[in-house]
């Protein structure tokens, strides 16, 4: 029997691509689909046109301090309360087809995970994969990256293409399958330290830490990633990477950018690196080695930017010795 699932969708502003979206969602076939469009004060009339097309979507309230993560947490909590026995978190912006959802479910039920991600491919080149999962390279103090990214299924290893599922350290939120379980067992997302980036790795992180592991689909179903919106940014990030890379800067220059990067970023919790958030990333889940480097890196930092610190007076030179030797 097909699991009565709720997808969980947060929006805002967004009205023709929610649209086009629930177009989809609505046509879904083998599934028992209940739909919670959680919208963050729309004012393009996003809420109004979907009731007007779709009015048996259940529309959760969410403000303008909810972002991602309180947004998300709201439908959820509400579908929880109504007796979903499994939530899809999915975007607004994700390309499936009809039977995304039920393929996602059979699979789910076949192989008994609690957690399962679908495979994301670019949507502008299907069968260029974006993710199958993601990990955390704490040694190169890599964080965050995606599993198998730009790689073509074709050249997957053997051993991860002949199976329908694999199992991954986390996963972006855009199309994961999650039983009513784990939230009873860990709770909802943690709003108040990832409060819209990185909520859902650390999600996925605090439920392997309980004994639930995560898996996502390597063949089907599978969802495409619509990032037309950030190709042209990308292609701005890469030209002034190539800047940077024509003429590496010196240590204290490169400091000096770390910093300025930092202080831009830290401050906005719509940043991927939004300061708190990283910081507590790292100091609940990091590993050994470099990621040591790290984090002092982060604590450094903080300390920098403290208004009455008297580190504000140390040299770019000592700060990174200090940075080097760990004294934070």
Do not use: C
Request: glycine share 6%; charged share 25%.
């Amino acid at each position: 029997m097909p699991s009565k699932i709720a997808v969980i969708t947060p929006v805002r502003n967004r009205r023709e691509k929610s649209l086009r979206f629930l177009e989809v969602l609505y046509s879904q076939i083998n599934v028992d689909l209940s739909v919670y469009i959680v919208d963050s004060n729309s004012t393009d009339g996003t809420a109004d046109g979907i009731l007007e097309k779709y009015p048996t979507t259940t529309i959760v309230r969410a403000t303008d301090d909810d972002y991602w993560t309180g947004a998300t947490n709201r439908g959820i909590q509400r579908a929880l309360d109504e007796g979903a026995d499994k939530i899809l978190t999915i975007n607004d912006d994700a390309i499936i087809d009809n039977s995304f959802v039920g393929e996602l479910d059979r699979i789910s039920n076949k192989y008994s995970t609690m957690i399962l991600a679908a495979r994301q491919d670019f949507e502008h080149d299907r069968g260029l994969i974006w993710s199958i999962g993601a990990y955390h390279d704490w040694n190169k103090m890599n964080l965050f990256q995606l599993r198998f990214h730009n790689m073509r299924f074709e050249e997957l290893p053997p051993e991860v293409k002949g199976r329908d599922i694999i199992e991954v350290d986390f996963a972006a939120g855009n199309g994961v399958l999650i039983n009513r379980a784990v939230f009873e067992r860990i709770g909802l997302y943690d709003e108040v330290n990832y409060p819209h980036y990185h909520a859902d790795s650390e999600f996925l992180l605090r439920a392997r830490a309980n004994g639930i592991p995560s898996y996502a689909t390597v063949h089907a179903p599978i969802l495409y990633n619509d990032i037309s919106d950030h190709l042209r940014k990308h292609e701005q990030d890469e030209r002034a990477r190539r800047e940077i890379q024509s003429s590496p800067p010196s240590e204290p220059d490169r400091f000096r950018l770390l910093l300025e990067s930092y202080l831009a970023l830290r401050g906005s919790i719509k940043s991927n690196f939004y300061g708190p958030t990283v910081k507590h990333h790292i100091s609940t889940y990091g590993g050994g080695g470099d990621a040591e480097y790290l984090r002092n890196s982060v604590i450094l930092l903080d300390q920098l930017l403290e208004a009455d610190s008297p580190l504000r007076s140390v040299s770019l030179g000592t700060a990174i010795k200090w940075l080097k030797e760990g004294v934070v």
